[in-house]
């Protein structure tokens, strides 16, 4: 059994956080975040089976959370990793993962150029009669 090891993780937040707070008055976000493993299929690539996470988020750094991420934003998660075992509703030996996040960042998405226009500015840099500075 894994006791606690740290992890780093980017997937997508599978809700929007919770905001909470302990008994001495420490804020504390939760969240889910899903990893899914990119899996070759023949020529293709597709999304594998994913491993979900329950991630926490506390004091300052949880307020800043649970107020800007959201529920499907690509998010990196730099943490401590502790897994633990419970038993399921129907009696099943089930496995959680739980981070407790020391860092928190949203992934911005890359944005789409159409493959015609990469390839006119691809085109005009070959052409270009400028050295390359190095």
């Given at each position: 059994?894994?006791?606690?090891?740290?992890?780093?993780?980017?997937?997508?937040?599978?809700?929007?956080?919770?905001?909470?707070?302990?008994?001495?008055?420490?804020?504390?976000?939760?969240?889910?975040?899903?990893?899914?493993?990119?899996?070759?299929?023949?020529?293709?690539?597709?999304?594998?089976?994913?491993?979900?996470?329950?991630?926490?988020?506390?004091?300052?750094?949880?307020?800043?959370v649970a107020e800007h991420v959201r529920k499907g934003q690509r998010l990196i998660?730099?943490?401590?990793?502790?897994?633990?075992?419970?038993?399921?509703?129907?009696?099943?030996?089930?496995?959680?993962?739980e981070v407790t996040a020391d860092v928190?960042?949203?992934?911005?998405?890359?944005?789409?150029?159409?493959?015609?226009?990469?390839?006119?500015?691809?085109?005009?840099?070959?052409?270009?009669?400028?050295?390359?500075?190095?």
């Open positions: 059994m894994l006791n606690s090891a740290t992890i780093t993780i980017v997937g997508n937040a599978t809700e929007d956080p919770s905001l909470g707070f302990s008994k001495t008055g420490d804020a504390v976000a939760s969240f889910g975040v899903a990893v899914n493993e990119r899996v070759r299929d023949g020529d293709e690539w597709r999304d594998g089976t994913p491993t979900y996470y329950n991630v926490s988020v506390w004091k300052r750094d949880g307020e800043a998660v730099v943490g401590r990793l502790k897994q633990s075992t419970y038993t399921g509703r129907n009696g099943d030996a089930r496995v959680s993962l928190v960042g949203i992934v911005p998405r890359p944005a789409k150029m159409p493959v015609e226009t990469a390839s006119a500015e691809a085109e005009a840099w070959e052409q270009s009669p400028e050295p390359i500075p190095f």
